[in-house]
């Protein structure tokens, strides 16, 4: 299968701030994203149903991006990143997602998304 990028955009209520401290604070990300979650330095370890994936914080900024690279990734160029911006117009901040799927299955990464940032959205309270 080819691998393709995509990205997904949702709008939260909550500040880039809140939404960066959520993307990143293991006690908020075991509220939305995993089962648990442990850092070591950029080294962030997401459990699943007993699972264990390993991402890499590659880059990072308050208020602004959070981007990992995967250590089973497919390819070194694939990467999973929250770009967090405000909306000029209607104040609210909105978080575009680009992550990498299998070409048959971006519909349902993208449908995956929709639950775990809904999920976050409810915790941050809007």
Known sequence: MERVKFTSEFICRASPNMVYQFLTDPAC?????C?????MDQTYTFV???S???????DSKEGDIVRFAWEDADDDDEYLEFNINKSPVTGETIVNIT???DDDEVEDQ????????????AEMGG
Do not use: H, N, P, S
Not at 52 to 58: H, Q, T
Not at 112 to 118: A, H, N, R, S, V
């Open 29 to 33: 990300i075991t509220r939305w994203f």
């Open 35 to 39: 089962d648990e979650v442990d850092i």
């Open 48 to 50: 699943w149903d007993g």
């Open 52 to 58: 264990a994936e390993v991402a890499e914080l590659i």
């Open 99 to 101: 992550d990498f799927a």
């Open 110 to 121: 993208r449908e995956l998304w929709m639950t775990q940032l809904g999920r976050m959205k």
